[in-house]
Structure formats: C-alpha cells, structure tokens
C-alpha cells in the first residue's frame, strides 16, 4: 500500500515511527485483503527467549499489593482492596491486591476530549504509526499481560499468552490496518474541473480530511478484557478518536498495562497522553452505565452478557454502539470418516478454559438413529458414551487437566455446572469433577458435565436455548439431521451464535447447514480436525461474528466496524476559470 502525502505534518517522532512500522502497517493491510495466515507476533512463547519469560514475571508479582501509578487528570480517589470491598481477586485463589486512581469524569471526559485536537492533525497514517509502537510495546511485554490475564480471567498459561496477549495484539492491529483502509479510501486533495458550454473550464479545489466522532468508551469483560476490547479501542484510536476505557471491577490489570503503555507512547510522540485513559469503578457505581450516557461518549464498544447490551443499544442513543453479546454455540453431528480424531476435537473444544470461550460449543445436535462413521454405525447412545469417555482420557489427570482447563471466573459460573451436574435438567451423561492445580490449590476448576437430552421433548428447548456460560454440554437427540440443522439455525436467530460446525460425510447435509447458517447469520465450521477446532478464529483471516444474530451487531473486523468512527469533511476552493 502506498503512503500518500500528507496535507499536515505528522510530527518528527510519529514520521520516525512510521518509517519505522510501515513494512508492518502495509502488510497487515494486504492480509485483510487477501486473508492469508500473516502475524508479526510470534505465539510461540520460547520465540520472545528466556531473559523475557523472567521479566514478565518478576513485574508481574512487583505489581501485586500497590498503587498503579497514574497520571491522569480528575483522580478523586481509589478504587482496589478496602472496607468497601472489590478488588481483583485471582480465579486461582488470591487477592490481587492493587489499587487504580478513580477519576472524576467531569474533569477527565474534557481533557480527553481537548486532547484530539493535535491527534487528528496526525492523518491516518501519523495516527496508524503511533498505534503500531503501541502494540509493538505492548507485545514485548506479553509475558507480563499473559500472568495479568491469568490472574484476573481464570485462563492457563498458554491460553492466557495466546488470547490474552499476542493474539490480541493482532486483533488490535487488525483494527488499526482497516482503519487505515478506510481512511486512505478517498484522497486528501482533488481539483474538480468541469468544461463550460463557453469553452471555458471551471475548476475548484478539494480537500477532504478525516474528522473523528469524539470520545470512545470501551466496556470491557472479565473473560478476555484485551482479545475483546482491543478492536474498538484501536479502531478508534487510529480514526482520530480518544479512548476511555472501562474495565471489569474482576480484570483491570491488563487494561491498566495497555492504557500505561499507550498513553506513555502518546507523550513521547508529543500528542497528549490523555488520548487514552482508565476508568476503573467503585464497588455498586454502574460507571459503565454512567459513561455510557455522556454527552463527550460518541461511540461505545462493549463485550459481555446481553442483558446489558441491550440496554446499551436502547438507551446510549448519543453514541455509536458496538455490541459483543451472548452466545450459545451448535454442532451437528451426521456421520464422519474418522470417528475418533472428530470425538478428540469435539471434546477439546468442550474442555478448553473450561467453556468459558464465547465460541465454546454447546449443543451437539446427533440423530437418535445414530451416525455413519469409519468405524461403523453407531448408534446416539454410543456416541455420548464415546464422547464422555474422550473427554475422561483427555483430563484423566490434574496435570493433564489444568493444561487445558481454566479457572472459574466466579461462583455463578460453578452453580451453573453443579445444576447441570444434579440431573435436573437431564440425564447426565458424564458428571464434572473438581480439579486440583498444583501450584494454585484454591483456584475452581472442573471438568465439564454432558447431559443427554431429546428434542422430542419441547421442555428441553428452554433448556438448551439460553446460554449456560462454563464447562457445561448437551448431546441433544435428533429425529434426522434436517431437523438438527433446523434446531442449529433456530437456536442462532433466538439466543446468538459466533462459531457453528457440522460433521458430515454428506454433500447435501454440508450444503443444507451452509445454507442455514448463512440464514441465521453465522460463521460455519465443516469437519474441523486435528490443531484447529471451532473455538479458535484466524485474525486478519476469519470474520468474528456476522452482527447479523443476537449474539452482536459488530464484526470483528471489517469496514463496518472503523468506518462508522468517523466521517470526511469536505471544503471547495474556488480556482481559476478559463
């Protein structure tokens, strides 16, 4: 991609950093366009070397038990361990222990938005530079981001370097090379010339400049505070917007690092720091509503339970909501040429971070009749009796187990799985149990319970129609594989699905799920095998999410998703007629 001229100067630090980023930024934007495998972050943790493993951890445990240090405008006290209550606590069983300044958004809100005056003057390029030296220190520091992610959304290690830290990354580099994109799609000058019936031409000139919509709100989870929140953060820190972010009360840390480091760049680069800022809150304050509704708030970026994003959508009617909601994934199972490599990819998909991932599969649709496999039929017993004892051997042990399990964010998320786990909604076909880590003894895992339920039965539609958000499956008999795909595709429409698959050996029966999937708004998976499995999605390849379902009306990412964060002005100069 060619770097235009620019009408404005984007400052000596931010050029430096340009040339410095711009192999990154012009690759990133041809692998959205080609959607080829393509990272500058390796997620191998041995590629960052050992001297880096180290020090993420010692500044890890330096951060526990103190003040994060801040420099923002309107701090009006503190939020973390106290009489109040709140504060992060591990899902592995201890307090965090750090306290974050409050801020007054009365004070804060106008400093961040007086600070955008300079950053737009940067151009898209200045702006896009400015946000690759901001992932590129954030990456160098993934290994302490990896402990913070472990230690405030209950994820293992490996997860937590993957989702929490270097893939993350690339979401938010995702973001920045679209809005590049779309900034870049009409040119900053034109001269328009039309010819007069006269002979004569008349001619004016054009600039066109980006102009940002005004202070961007991120909500984000608990679950996956960066994966989630770093798309709107730099989509709209890259189209000219300031960014406040507002962590979840149980995940401020790896927000907190992200904000530290960005605003420490910012200033650097001689644009204000206060471009990116922290909104941690007290213990029962609803910031998040608050902030929502604020007249400096032009767009909102939220991930979490579907309760509140409703809300948002109906009610932060100032600002441009992007919703990431609840969902409640399917699989069809109709026949498979290798049975036992389909059983192991279903049950990883089921045990990974304890089903705590917003693609972790659900339902699995099988028909009562059985399916054809390379191991012969088998019948729909059969079936959940292989998966049951699939997922045993996979997490036969502790050890085993915690490699692939995560910690459960929270009490609800275990009365959840002891619900399931007590029969009331259904035959239980494989009962959970409690998992000791070995270097963590009060953290909360399990394994995940299957119940077998039968569609035949309308009662049972409640059942597996609403989220039940952890470890937690359903093998729901079928009359036929139509109406599984009919089940599958209705289940999206009602409740939200991010991530639906399909085992078949059939032509017809891939074409007729691809057909209600496409209905339905949802991204398909056919026979998924081996390394890759229905929960994991490709940055810069796959689309996460359609917002064609109720699950979110946002992609991760796509035009849609940067361009609505800005718009062009336009101003016409009269040139010479002749």
């Known amino acids: 991609m060619t770097t235009p001229l620019h009408e404005r100067a984007v400052g000596e630090a931010a050029q430096e950093l340009l040339e410095r980023h711009r192999a990154v930024l012009d690759r990133a934007v041809t692998a959205i366009r080609t959607r080829e495998y393509w990272s500058p972050y390796p997620d191998e943790a041995d590629a960052y070397g050992e001297p880096a493993r180290t020090a993420g951890d010692e500044t890890f445990r330096q951060l526990l038990g103190r003040e994060f240090p801040s420099d923002q405008p309107g701090r009006d006290g503190f939020v973390g361990p106290g009489p109040e209550g709140g504060g992060e606590?591990?899902?592995?069983?201890?307090?965090?222990?750090?306290?974050?300044?409050?801020?007054?958004?009365?004070?804060?809100?106008p400093a961040m938005e007086e600070a955008m005056a300079g950053w737009r003057s940067a151009g898209p390029w200045g702006r896009a530079a400015v946000c690759a030296e901001i992932l590129a220190r954030i990456n160098a520091r993934s290994f302490e981001l990896a402990h913070a992610a472990v230690h405030t959304s209950g994820h293992n290690?490996?997860?937590?370097?993957?989702?929490?830290?270097?893939?993350?990354?690339?979401?938010?580099?995702?973001?920045?090379?679209?809005?590049?994109?779309?900034?870049?799609?009409?040119?900053?000058?034109a001269t328009w010339s039309k010819p007069m019936p006269d002979g004569r031409t008349f001619s004016l000139a054009k600039t066109f400049t980006v102009v940002p919509r005004g202070v961007s709100l991120v909500i984000a989870n608990r679950v996956f505070p960066t994966w989630n929140g770093y798309p709107g953060l730099f989509a709209s820190l890259a189209t000219g917007n300031a960014v406040l972010v507002k962590p979840h009360p149980g995940a401020v840390l790896p927000l907190a690092l992200t904000v530290r480091i960005a605003r420490e760049v910012l200033r650097e680069c001689g644009f204000d720091p206060n471009l990116v800022a922290l909104a941690p809150e007290r213990p029962g304050e609803r910031l998040a509503a608050t902030l929502a509704l604020r007249p400096e708030v032009r767009i909102v970026d939220y991930a979490g339970t579907s309760e509140f994003g409703h809300w948002l959508e109906a009610n932060a009617r100032q600002a441009r909501v992007f919703t990431a909601k609840s969902a409640v994934n399917s699989l069809l199972v109709e026949s498979t040429a290798d049975y036992r490599g389909m059983l192991h990819n279903i049950a990883f998909s089921l045990a990974l971070y304890s089903g705590q991932l917003c693609t972790s599969p659900q339902n699995l649709f099988v028909p009562r009749d059985g399916i054809a496999t390379d191991e012969g039929h088998r019948t729909y017993d059969e079936v959940v009796g292989d998966l049951a004892d699939t997922v045993t051997a996979l997490l036969a042990d502790d050890t085993s187990a915690v490699a692939v399990l995560g910690a459960l964010v929270g009490p609800d998320v275990l009365a959840e799985v002891e619900y399931a786990a007590s029969g009331a909604v259904g035959p239980v076909a494989l009962a959970p149990r409690p998992v000791t880590h070995p270097d963590h003894p009060g953290a909360t895992l399990r394994?995940?319970?299957?119940?077998?339920?039968?569609?035949?039965?309308?009662?049972?539609?409640?059942?597996?129609?609403?989220?039940?958000?952890?470890?937690?499956?359903?093998?729901v008999a079928v009359d036929s594989a139509a109406?599984?795909?009919?089940?599958?595709?209705s289940v999206t429409r009602r409740a939200g699905a991010l991530s639906v698959g399909v085992h078949t050996t059939s032509a017809a029966v891939e074409?007729?799920?691809?057909?209600?999937?496409?209905?339905a708004g949802v991204m398909l998976s056919v026979n998924l095998m081996g390394d890759w499995f229905i929960t994991q999605s490709a940055v810069f390849s796959d689309l996460h999410s359609t917002g064609l379902n109720p699950s979110g009306n946002s992609v991760y990412c796509d035009g849609a998703y940067v361009?609505?964060?800005f718009r062009t002005?336009?101003?016409r100069r009269y040139g010479d007629s002749r």
């Open 563 to 565: 361009a609505e964060r």
């Open 89 to 109: 606590r591990s899902p592995y069983g201890f307090d965090l222990g750090i306290t974050y300044a409050h801020a007054d958004p009365d004070v804060l809100l």
């Open 447 to 475: 394994t995940p319970v299957l119940v077998a339920l039968d569609a035949a039965r309308e009662e049972t539609h409640k059942t597996f129609g609403r989220e039940w958000f952890g470890p937690v499956g359903f093998v």
């Open 483 to 489: 109406r599984g795909a009919e089940l599958l595709g």
């Open 511 to 519: 074409a007729l799920v691809s057909e209600v999937c496409e209905d």
């Open 569 to 571: 002005v336009g101003v």
């Open 157 to 189: 290690f490996l997860m937590a370097f993957h989702a929490g830290a270097v893939h993350a990354q690339d979401r938010g580099l995702e973001a920045v090379a679209y809005a590049l994109f779309e900034q870049t799609r009409m040119p900053t000058g």
